[in-house]
């Protein structure tokens, strides 16, 4: 097994846990955001702050731990910075109107998106199954798109979209975890 291969193999056996966590909180996200579709809009601000700051930690936490192995480790970094970010508007800005949410989420949708694609062509070749980064990228990018084209829909439709965009990238990548498992162990035993 050559250098690069173990590199990988120890980086990705390390850190699939992470990515799984990151799918089950968008999916436990989305579930309890259709349970309760009354719920108040200064709750889900706060519920999406929590959730954009879970999962910006958790980027740049793999992308510093991977950095020594992984040549592109800077675009999940500003994956994370940018979920970061968006998470601390949010709480710096608790009376934000519906329109503005809308907004944020539109925003660091596309962005997350635009660099979940570009993860995925640079680790096409490291991993397998990029194409589902690819799709969740391409998910939020589409997401993103239709709330910015329709913000005035109505509340209860946006929640709907936000609660089955977050369970299907969270079940993307729950997939995406489950395989980089695999793969990091079959790496380890070639």
Known sequence: MNMLRA??????????????????????????????????LATLVLLFGVYAIIDGV???????AGRKEMDNWWALLLWGLVSLA?????????????????????????????????????????IQGEWILVLAGAASV???????????EGA???LWLIAVYAIVVGALFTV?????????????TA
């Open 142 to 152: 589409a997401f993103g798109a239709i709330l910015i084209a329709r913000p005035g």
């Open 86 to 126: 968006v998470g601390a508007l949010t709480f710096l800005t608790p009376g934000i109107t519906a329109l503005a949410f809308l907004f944020y989420i539109a925003v660091w949708a596309i962005a997350r998106g635009v660099l979940e694609i570009v993860s995925a062509i640079r680790l096409r070749k490291e």
């Open 58 to 64: 958790m980027g740049v936490w793999v992308a510093i």
């Open 7 to 40: 590199r990988l193999a120890d980086v990705l056996s390390r850190g699939w846990w992470q990515l799984l966590f990151r799918g089950l909180a968008a999916i436990a996200f989305g579930v309890f955001t259709m349970m309760r579709p009354g719920i108040s």
């Open 156 to 158: 209860l439709a946006v």
């Open 176 to 188: 995406l975890a489950l395989k980089l498992r695999n793969v990091a162990k079959v790496l380890a």
